[in-house]
Structure formats: C-alpha cells, structure tokens
C-alpha cells in the first residue's frame, strides 16, 4: 500500500473524491450502487482477513462465521432490542472481535495447521448454531433486517445515505489498517509469520499478537456483516456456509497476500465475478470451480496475486527513474542494481 | 443399550479412521495436511457409483471388480493430484501447498456436481445386507459389520506393506528423514507421488464402504473434519494412533448423539478437536510425531 508519499496521498485523495461524486453521475442506478455498496463491504472483510493470514500468517477457513456473527448480532439487536443501527453495528463488531478473541486463544498452543482445522470446524459450529437458535435467527429460514435509520436517514441499500456510510467505513478502517501495519502491532504480526522462533527471540509476546489478530480480523469482519445484513435486507444460514470462507481466503490470495492494497483488489475482483456468475445457471457450480482453481492456479504462478504485478511495475518505473539518473552519476547504478 | 450404541459407531468410526489414515500418510511424508482428503472420498464415492452403472454388481466376484475400479482409480487420482499440485510447490513454503489443497477441495466439490456428477443425494446398493441380525441381545447389520471387517484387513494389509515391501520400507524411511533416504538412492519424488496415491486408495476405500452409510452427495466432503479430530484423538501423526482414534470418535459421537441433546453431533468434531489439542496434545496414544 502507499507508503505515504505525497504523490500517493494525492492519488488517493483524487480517488476518495471521486467515489464521493460517483452516486451523482448521469448513468448510476440502485443496482450500480448496490454492487458499490457490496464492494465497499467486502473491502472491509478483506482487509480484516488480510491482517490475519497476510500479515500475521494464520490461516482461517472459518471467517464466514464471524461474517454471520455480524450480520446476525446487528440484525438481532436492532429486531429484539431496538437498539438504532450505528450502536447495533459497532456492537456486533465488538461482540464479533470478542468472539474472535476466544478462537484465537487456542491459536497460543496450536500449530498453523491444526488452527486452520479448529477455525474450519468453528465454521461448521456456528453454521449449525445459527438452526439451533431459532427463537433469536429463525432457523434455517431466515430473517429480514429491520430497515435502519441514521438519524432522520434510512439506511437501505439503494439510498445514498447508505453508499455514504459505507464508503466512509471501508475508507477510514482501511487507513486504519494501513497505520496498524506500520506499527509496532504490525511488525509484530510480520514477525511471527516468519518464524515464531525468532520472533519470540526478539521479545514478541506470541500469545498476545496472536489473539490481537483474531479479534482484530473479526472486528472488521463483523462490521462488514453488520453492514451486508443491512445491503442485503435478508440473512440466511446457508447464505454464510464454508464456501465463503474459502472464498474470503481466494480473494486475499487473488488480489495479493500482506498487501492492503492486494485486499481491496481482491475485494472489487470478488464482487464483479459473484455478480458475472449470478448470470450463470447455478447446476454448473461455476463460483467453486472458479475459486477453486483460481486459488491453486494464483498460488502456484503468482504468488504474490495483482499486487504483486502492481509492485512489479512500480519497482520497474522506480528503477528507470534510478536509470535515468545513473547517466549523471554511474555510481548510483551499480547501486541500485544491488 | 450402551454396547448396542458402541457397535453402531464402530462403523462410522471405520470410516473416520480411514480418512485419518489418509492424512496422516501424506502428513508424515510432505509435512502437507491435505485439506482436500474428504473431497477425494467423495470423488471416489461418485465414481464407485458410476463403475456400478458399468458393472450392474449383483455376486461377490461383480462386487470384487468394482472395488478394484475404485482402488484403481483413487490410485491413479491420487498420484494425478501430486503431479498437478502439490509437485510443482514442493519448495513453497506448507502455507501455499495447504491452501492449495483447499482451493482443491472447492474445486472437487464444482467439478463433481457441476461437470462430471451432478448435485443430488444417491442411494446405493452395497455388497453387505442392511437385514438386522440379532446376536447375543445385540443387532448387528452385516453392513457394518462388512466395513469394519474390511477396514480392519486393509489396515492389516498396509501394516504389512509398510514392514515387509521394499517399497513400503522406502516410504517409512522417507517419512523419517528425506535427506537421508535421498542419500541411501530412494527416489524421494515417486515416493511422494505414491504416498498421495496410496493416501487416495485409503479415501477410496473409505468411499466405497461409506457410500451405502453416507449417502452419495457433493458434501460428503465435510468427513474431513470429523477424520481429522479422530487422527488427533489418537495422537497426531501416528498411523496406529488415526486407526483407533478414528474408531473412537465415531463411538463417541455415536454415544453423544443419544445421551446428549442431538446437535452435538455438529459440534463433536470441534469440541474434540480442541480438547484434545489444548489438554493433551498428544492425543489418547500419544504417539504425536514432532517435525522441525
């Protein structure tokens, strides 16, 4: 991601500015702004699932739970509670976050792999949980998500007031994952992603980075379902199943892991695909092929996924630059090729 | 009542201790826990019921010749899976090759309903009889009692591959040290091609009993995480240890399901899986075998 130079500053201000107008063009409709919406909140997951298995190296197959967390803690508060949308989301993230806290904490003992298992079974726990608790989910069936209002605002997936909501969450969480990673935070979860040995040599408390990432990465996650129960109006259990979990993990991989802007790549990927594939007849199983192979064919030829490709480039630009000046000063080549 | 629930499982468990069985062989020769372990019995379950199409088994010896289809098969499946996949990321780091194997396991599940099979629920015909026989107060099914009668002579068979075959031995020692093997002239690649091989004929086998128990669908796959707490409730990493772990857990789940609430079936894998990890690690055998 921009490593806060003035010329990224300003090409990421340009951007902001841009979205912020977009809702307002001639060719927009709900639809144009739904999928907006739905970009916006799958860049949230994607950064919260990147700080967890990009940064700090732990694999999740269980993050659609936490996903479901969300959506379902938001959309009960508000349905049994009353509780107004803006208390109902940060509180469902936070439950979320906690949640996620416990499941990290058998992280402190367990190896990478038998953790991806635990998370993969979690999933499966709270897929379940969801039939279980019928009086509070409805079961299988379903619930509709009480419209929301922000003030004298309503919430809902086509209004403008929500597209606003959700740019400015997806925007400030992901300026506030790029400071996390610059931290001392995020050089402690880089650490211990390469080698939990050298990293406890160098004093990094193992057990406490490890669950901060947990709950880091479902509050993010939590928030995003908070936020597509709202864009989507109606949660199911099976809306919320292993498949997207693995999906999740697809577009970390798609877009670049241990990179925010890999993330948000990803996230914009994973959103016009879903929408490309809804065209197509659901018996061809196309999404899981996709995905599927997507992630085997990524890892293997570019494991480094889109924004690797975008590094690439810059690396080469930054190089021709360093060329360019070489003529002045050879010196400085040599450099620069070492 | 008790002892009656005890055989039930010990059918299930047969089952389980098969796909354990089918981690644990891959997980001792590449470090690699193949995620995909259950996707690979669900391929093999489809494809035993499509070499039925072929055959129309009705005698012992139609039935023999499908399940040498499906061994062959899974064997030939198998060794394709480490040729395409895990080859190529044989120096990645066991990041990349794990979540390969996941990418692998959606991709099965897509190309088996969506390409080859299709996404209903089959029931097959299995060479045992489902006729309840009573013995001694309990009832038994010859089906169950098949498979775990056949679990049992396939796990005798492969103990005595691995200590009498030159094959078997070359795989052991791979297993314990690769440099080492590569220096006495094992050739460490075709072992580990023929450990995935072998691992897909013990999922194949696994598939082939399961199909009449389980039910033939597309999510037959979700086996692997109950496989996966029976290998770590015998001790991770020990063959002996994912065969009587497998077994138990499919008692214990039996168990459960009838004197606890019945959702705890769901929720059995989890709860054994982190029991066992966060109090014992080293599983009922602790026989967990460490890597560095």
Redesign the interface.
């Given at each position: 991601m921009p490593n806060g130079t003035v010329g990224t500053k300003i090409l990421v201000g340009l951007l902001l500015l841009a979205l912020i107008i977009t809702p307002h063009l001639s060719f927009m409709n709900s639809y144009l702004l739904y999928i907006l919406d739905l970009i916006y909140i799958s860049v949230l997951v994607s950064v919260g699932l990147n700080l967890l298995a990009g940064y700090a190296?732990q694999?999740s197959?269980g993050h659609a739970a936490f996903y479901a967390m969300g959506a379902y803690c938001s959309a009960i508060l508000q349905d049994k509670l009353g509780v107004p949308f803006a208390f109902s989301m940060v509180l469902a993230a936070s439950i979320t976050a906690a949640i996620g806290y416990v499941v990290g904490l058998?992280a402190i003992?367990?190896h990478?792999?038998?953790l991806?298992?635990?998370t993969?079974?979690?999933g499966?726990?709270v897929e379940?949980a969801l039939i279980?608790a019928e009086p509070l989910t409805h079961g299988g069936d379903g619930m509709a998500v009480p419209v929301a209002t922000l003030g004298p605002l309503a919430l809902k997936s086509d209004t403008l007031a929500f597209y606003y909501v959700c740019l400015a969450l997806a925007f400030v969480m992901t300026w506030l994952a790029v400071n996390i990673v610059k931290s001392r935070t995020g050089r402690a979860f880089m650490a211990l992603r390469e080698s939990e040995i050298a990293a406890q040599t160098n004093g990094i408390d193992l057990a406490k980075y490890k669950t901060i990432a947990f709950a880091l990465s479902a509050f993010y996650t939590g928030m995003a379902g908070a936020l597509y129960a709202q864009a989507v109006t109606f949660i199911a259990p099976d809306g919320f199943t292993i498949?997207l979990s693995?999906k999740f993990?697809?577009v970390i991989?798609i877009g670049g892991m241990g990179s925010i802007l890999g993330s948000i790549l990803g996230a914009i990927t994973l959103i016009v695909l879903q929408e490309g594939f809804a065209k197509l007849p659901p018996?061809?199983?196309?999404?899981?092929?996709?995905?599927?192979?997507?992630?085997?064919v990524v890892?293997?030829f570019m494991?480094q996924g889109i924004a690797g490709w975008v590094n690439k480039i810059r690396y080469r630009l930054a190089l021709r630059k360093m060329g360019a000046l070489s003529q002045l000063t050879p010196s400085a080549s040599d450099a620069a090729v070492s | 009542m008790f002892l009656q629930q005890v055989i039930g499982g010990l059918a299930t468990g047969s089952i389980y201790a098969l796909v354990a069985l089918g981690f644990v062989l891959i997980f001792k020769a590449t470090d690699v826990v193949n995620f995909a372990q259950g996707e690979v019995m669900m391929v093999s379950a489809f494809f035993t019921r499509t070499a039925m199409g072929w055959v129309h088994p009705h005698g012992f010896l139609t039935w023999t010749v499908v399940a040498l289809l499906t061994i062959l098969f899974a064997a030939l499946f198998g060794a394709l899976l480490e040729r395409i996949i895990v080859r190529p990321l044989m120096n990645a780091p066991v990041f990349s090759v794990v979540m390969a194997t996941i990418g692998l396991s959606t991709l099965l599940i897509g190309l088996s309903g969506g390409v080859i099979w299709d996404w209903d629920t089959y029931v097959i015909e299995s060479p045992f009889s489902k006729k309840p026989v009573h013995i001694g107060g309990i009832i038994v099914t010859p089906l169950d009692a098949g498979i775990v009668a056949v679990t049992l002579g396939f796990i005798l068979v492969l103990t005595l591959y691995f200590k009498c075959t030159k094959v078997g031995i070359a795989m052991r020692a791979t297993q314990q040290n690769k440099q080492t093997a590569m220096l006495m002239g094992i050739n460490v690649k075709a072992i580990f091609a023929g450990t995935w091989a072998l691992s897909a004929v013990v999922s194949g086998i696994a598939g082939f009993l399961a199909a009449p128990i389980l039910l033939i669908d597309t999510n037959m796959g979700g086996i692997t995480i109950k496989g996966f707490a029976g290998a770590v409730l015998g001790g991770w990493g020990s063959i002996p240890g994912a065969i009587i772990g497998g077994m138990s857990f499919g008692v214990l789940e039996n168990l459960a399901t009838v004197y606890l609430p019945s959702w705890i079936k769901h929720v059995a894998a989890f709860l054994v899986l982190l029991g066992v990890l966060m109090i014992k690690p080293d599983g009922l055998l602790g026989f967990t075998v460490k890597k560095v």
């Open positions: 190296g694999i197959i058998p003992r367990l990478g792999l038998f991806a298992m635990a993969l079974a979690f499966r726990v379940e279980i498949f693995i993990l697809a991989i018996q061809w199983g196309a999404p899981m092929i996709f995905y599927g192979a997507a992630l085997i890892i293997m494991p | -």
